[in-house]
């Protein structure tokens, strides 16, 4: 099935390390992960529609990084299409760093305030959500893995719940890889458990195209 992307319209990316993927160094424009396969797929099936993608991801990125820039790396472009993929390294900084982090409950009122600045400013912007993930099958309540994977669904719940508010299309990435990972090691997609090698970013941009459709 086609994606409801039109011929002319902009979809901008915006996220952290797993959206960035080296767009502002040597892979740029779009990186070298799941945006740039995602334009790739858009070239193969639909080469008739021409469309401007833009990468605004910058590694490292909480959501309140995202407050500081949003006007500039989203607001001004006023893409038809804005896909959001954030959340992992504020859990990460709420667990494990001296840093303030931002915990399930501020992480979503912080995400609802650049929400709701796109519905005012640009009301006819589609928006999907993509879920942050975690490549692990770790169980135990005592490990670093473990503790991430025990935090990660409360994070997913707060987009969820946004997504719904904002009628946002919606990657759920943990279910995703979930599935994947009853028939894989975890490092089949990724060396470690947040950055996926090239066949987790395809997983990604697959289910990009998908939620696009």
């Keep these: 099935m086609a994606s409801k992307i039109k011929n002319g319209d902009t979809v901008l990316f915006i996220g952290d390390s797993i959206t960035d993927c080296g767009r502002r160094d040597n892979a740029r424009p779009y990186g070298n992960g799941y945006v740039s396969l995602f334009t790739d797929l858009m070239a193969l099936r639909e080469p008739r529609k021409a469309i401007t ?13 995202l407050r500081g820039r949003w006007h500039d790396d989203v607001i001004t472009h006023a893409p038809q299409w804005l896909s959001i993929k954030i959340g992992i390294n504020d859990l990460h900084q709420t667990l494990f760093q001296d840093v303030d982090g931002l915990d399930p409950e501020s992480f979503e009122i912080v995400y609802d305030g650049l929400l709701g600045q796109v519905r005012k400013e640009l009301p006819t912007t589609k928006i999907l959500l993509i879920d942050p993930f975690y490549m692990s099958t770790d169980p135990r309540d005592d490990s670093m893995r473990g503790r991430v994977r025990r ?23 943990q279910a995703m890889f979930d599935k994947l990972l009853k028939h894989h090691r975890p490092d089949r997609f990724g060396v470690e458990p947040v950055h996926p090698q090239t066949i987790g970013h395809l997983a990604i941009a697959e289910a990009v195209y998908a939620a696009l459709s």
């Design 151 to 173: 935090l990660l669904p409360e994070y997913a719940a707060a987009i969820k719940r946004l997504a719904g508010m904002y009628k946002c299309r919606h990657v759920e990435t």
């Design 53 to 65: 993608v833009i990468n605004r991801g910058i590694g490292g990125n909480t959501v309140n990084d």
